[in-house]
């Protein structure tokens, strides 16, 4: 599913960054920052980033 007919291997390294912080007392939030090199473990993709934040919710 990740081939696009040109796969160069190569290991997939993940780095995460992550804070989480509490809004309040029911709320949680998780600012998220990934880097990705050779994402799919081809080496002619990427670095890719990825940026996301997590919201856990209790009550």
């Known amino acids: 599913m990740l081939c696009d007919g040109a796969l ?3 290991h997939e390294r993940v780095i995460e960054a992550y804070y989480r912080a ?3 007392r029911y709320l949680r939030v998780s600012p998220d920052l990934q880097w990705i090199a050779n994402p799919g473990y081809n080496r002619t993709r990427g670095p890719a980033r990825v940026i996301g934040v997590r919201v856990h919710v209790a009550i």
């Open 8 to 10: 160069d291997d190569g």
């Open 22 to 24: 509490q809004l309040g």
